[in-house]
């Protein structure tokens, strides 16, 4: 069993709409949870950090944490041709020395 | 968010050269820096964890010998490829973790050996 999952896609979803991605963690002790955006060709770049079970929403995006299901997710709102992507959800341990395990990514396409 | 600045952004060399690849995280210290490598299309690969100090932790089947790592101070890891051959061509990407524990990329490098 993979230690991050993720639905590789792509994801398709109009313009307008919301894009749910979904991630499972094998980890229990995982404690920091984290959403990357990476462009083709390019690195990835931090959408969102979250720590406790609940929600957590910067803008257009929501990121969603469920640790007793192991699960994660983020949600876009009104969605743009911008936003396609491929989208990396990434666990740690808690503590800076402690790298990252990351999924293999959900590609996201948003057509107009 | 912080920002990790990475050097050069492309990079040809011939076969059996030795490559440098610089990470500098620019407004905070970093005591631990990650280095990944990604081939087209498919996902980050951990190769190696570089700790400020001492001596870097590799990850199953990377080459020690063959990816040196310094970390020689707060601010700055190197990646050297050594003896470069086109299967080491790839996107090299280093990250470092802020105070907050969020994972900031440099821009990568994209190495191609001929």
């Known amino acids: 069993q993979k230690e991050v999952e993720q639905n590789s896609g792509p994801l398709s979803v109009p313009e307008g709409a919301i894009a749910s991605l979904n991630c499972t963690y094998s980890?229990?002790?995982?404690?920091?949870f984290f959403w990357y955006r990476q462009y083709s060709g390019k690195s990835p770049e931090l959408i969102m950090s979250?720590?406790?079970?609940g929600d957590k929403e910067d803008g257009r995006f929501t990121a969603q944490l469920n640790k007793a299901s192991q699960y994660v997710s983020l949600l876009i709102r009104d969605s743009q041709p911008s936003d396609s992507a491929t989208y990396l959800c990434?666990?740690?341990?808690?503590?800076?020395?402690?790298?990252?395990?990351f999924g293999a990514g959900t590609r996201l396409a948003v057509h107009p | 968010g912080a920002v990790v600045s990475q050097h050069p952004s492309r990079v040809i060399c011939k076969s059996g050269t030795s490559v440098k690849i610089e990470c500098r995280s620019l407004d905070f210290q970093a005591t631990t820096m990650f280095w990944y490598r990604q081939f087209p299309k498919q996902s980050l690969m951990l190769m190696a964890t570089?700790?400020?100090?001492?001596?870097?932790?590799?990850e199953q089947g990377v080459e020690k010998d063959k990816f040196l790592i310094n970390h020689a101070s707060l601010t700055l890891s190197t990646l050297t490829v050594t003896s470069a051959h086109p299967e080491d061509s790839s996107f090299y990407i280093c990250?470092?973790?802020?105070?907050?524990?969020?994972?900031?990329f440099g821009q990568g490098t994209r190495l191609t050996v001929v």
């Open positions: 990250s470092a973790r802020d105070g907050r524990f969020e994972a900031f």
């Open positions: 979250i720590y406790s079970n």
């Open positions: 570089s700790n400020e100090g001492s001596k870097a932790t590799y």
């Open positions: 980890d229990r002790v995982s404690q920091s």
């Open positions: 990434a666990v740690s341990l808690s503590g800076g020395y402690n790298k990252l395990i």
